[in-house]
């Protein structure tokens, strides 16, 4: 594959700048965390100087930074595609926004997750009415296990949980088939898009979704700033996810009357300037939605044919080689313990990946095929490009990738309580 010249979109203007006279350090971490762009520094900067408490006040500092909040939200309801009705709650997290959607299911739902999913999504559901469909072998696979599973756990209310993206391979999920099966059987669907959303367009109609949850540092704004946006009428039918200022209406002694719509279960003073800056984010990247397309779309082909061509080198997918991903690969070295790779190509190659089983164990153990109670630690090595990726950190990568597993690291690394040293 050839690997142009980049689009416009990812010069260095777009992002801010890293520390004057560092290494050009390669971040192949982008499914982690994404580095902050250039408007979210400046939305950040410009609110900062002028801030107060949103809706407590008619001062005029609260009453801007009100606005500012509100527009926040708008901007992330244009940015997921929210329909009327649909509700947009500002979070911590994804994983918080998980949690705050299992608060708030009816009584008797049942739950159907797959266990390839990321923790977050896998595990906030009662225990008791959570329906886990092994991890599929393929696309058909997967349309299967969820058909059987809805026919044989009938119910009032039902969800369906579906990553958008796999946080492990990258793939890009079949979601609007698998919603469309949810939706035939009176399931609702939650899109985990934590790791679709900073690649491609999350709009919940068309993916035929009822609510979405996403993370503001994979979205290229800093942590401290998730969303649950989708369907009202649950959320303003349970009690507050967080009892307290904000969430109340009324307090009595004879009781409380809560808030409706978001304010219900965003309780306390919220971190507005987190919304702003996420709310910047997803402004730049819906602007700039095709050129970063084409640009992970190039680095991410190049990645990954180029890993698994290098001899030693595993890489692994759950619908096939072939299947569309987002621009994330998942690899392995023959004899090389994956944190080592991860630690040698840090400090021999100045390139950032991630290893481990990804807050996703079931679906590690089941790529590798691996038992998880066997001794040892058996685990991979993912590599994750976004903005701030070149082509030329891309051949970076390969190369000391291809020199490790040919030769193994270049120095004499032991295991130690602060990982590895030479
Ligand atoms: N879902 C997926 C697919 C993820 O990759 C992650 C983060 N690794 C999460 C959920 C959880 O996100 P957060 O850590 O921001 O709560």
């Known amino acids: 594959?050839?690997?142009?010249?980049?689009?416009?979109?990812?010069?260095?203007?777009?992002?801010?700048?890293?520390?004057?006279?560092?290494?050009?350090?390669?971040?192949?971490?982008?499914?982690?965390?994404?580095?902050?762009?250039?408007?979210?520094?400046?939305?950040?900067?410009?609110?900062?100087?002028?801030?107060?408490?949103?809706?407590?006040?008619?001062?005029?500092?609260?009453?801007?930074?009100?606005?500012?909040?509100?527009?926040?939200?708008?901007?992330?309801?244009?940015?997921?595609?929210?329909?009327?009705?649909?509700?947009v709650v500002f979070t911590r997290n994804s994983t918080d926004s998980f949690n705050l959607l299992a608060r708030c299911l009816p009584r008797d739902t049942q739950v159907f997750v797959f266990e390839s999913e990321h923790h977050a999504a896998l595990l906030p559901w009662p225990a008791r009415r959570t329906h886990r469909l092994p991890v599929p072998g393929s696309v058909s696979d997967a349309r299967t296990l969820l058909r059987?599973?809805?026919?044989?756990?009938?119910?009032?209310?039902?969800?369906?949980?579906?990553?958008?993206?796999?946080?492990?391979?990258?793939?890009?999920?079949?979601?609007?088939?698998?919603?469309?099966?949810?939706?035939?059987?009176?399931?609702?669907?939650?899109?985990?898009?934590?790791?679709?959303?900073?690649?491609?367009?999350?709009?919940?109609?068309?993916?035929?979704?009822?609510?979405?949850?996403?993370?503001?540092?994979?979205?290229?704004?800093?942590?401290?700033?998730?969303?649950?946006?989708?369907?009202?009428?649950?959320?303003?039918?349970?009690?507050?996810?967080?009892?307290?200022?904000?969430?109340?209406k009324a307090v009595t002694d004879r009781g409380v009357v809560w808030q409706e719509g978001a304010a219900r279960h965003e309780g306390g003073s919220p971190n507005v300037i987190g919304a702003i800056a996420l709310a910047a984010a997803c402004h730049t990247l819906r602007a700039h939605e095709a050129a970063v397309e084409e640009h992970e779309r190039t680095l991410g082909r190049r990645l990954l044919e180029g890993l698994a061509a290098i001899d030693g080198v595993q890489t692994y997918s759950l619908f096939g080689p072939e299947h569309e991903r987002v621009a994330v690969a998942t690899f392995t070295v023959d004899g090389v313990d994956s944190s080592l790779v991860s630690a040698a190509l840090s400090a021999e190659h100045g390139i950032g990946v991630r290893d481990g089983k990804f807050c996703a164990h079931l679906c590690v153990d089941a790529l590798l095929e691996t038992d998880p109670y066997a001794e040892g630690p058996a685990t991979a090595v993912r590599a994750s490009?976004?903005?701030?990726?070149?082509?030329?950190?891309?051949?970076?990568?390969?190369?000391?990738?291809?020199?490790?597993?040919?030769?193994?690291?270049?120095?004499?690394?032991?295991?130690?309580?602060?990982?590895?040293?030479?």
């Not at 594959?1 to 203007?13: C, H, N, Q």
């Not at 970076?396 to 030769?407: G, S």
């Open 1 to 87: 594959v050839e690997v142009g010249p980049l689009p416009a979109v990812v010069s260095e203007s777009l992002l801010v700048p890293t520390v004057d006279g560092a290494v050009d350090y390669a971040n192949f971490d982008h499914a982690a965390s994404t580095p902050a762009l250039m408007s979210v520094k400046k939305a950040v900067d410009n609110a900062l100087r002028t801030y107060s408490s949103v809706h407590r006040g008619n001062g005029w500092a609260s009453r801007v930074t009100s606005a500012w909040y509100e527009q926040a939200r708008a901007e992330v309801r244009s940015f997921v595609g929210a329909r009327e009705g649909d509700e």
């Open 148 to 248: 059987t599973a809805l026919r044989d756990h009938r119910g009032r209310h039902r969800l369906v949980v579906l990553a958008g993206a796999s946080n492990v391979t990258g793939e890009i999920w079949p979601v609007r088939e698998l919603a469309a099966i949810a939706r035939q059987a009176g399931a609702r669907v939650v899109l985990d898009g934590a790791q679709y959303a900073p690649h491609r367009r999350v709009d919940l109609d068309d993916l035929g979704v009822d609510y979405v949850v996403l993370s503001g540092h994979k979205l290229y704004a800093p942590f401290g700033t998730g969303v649950l946006a989708g369907r009202a009428d649950w959320l303003d039918a349970a009690t507050p996810y967080l009892a307290g200022g904000g969430a109340t």
């Open 385 to 422: 490009v976004g903005l701030a990726t070149t082509a030329a950190h891309v051949e970076r990568l390969l190369a000391a990738v291809a020199e490790l597993a040919a030769h193994g690291p270049a120095h004499d690394y032991q295991l130690t309580a602060e990982g590895w040293v030479v």
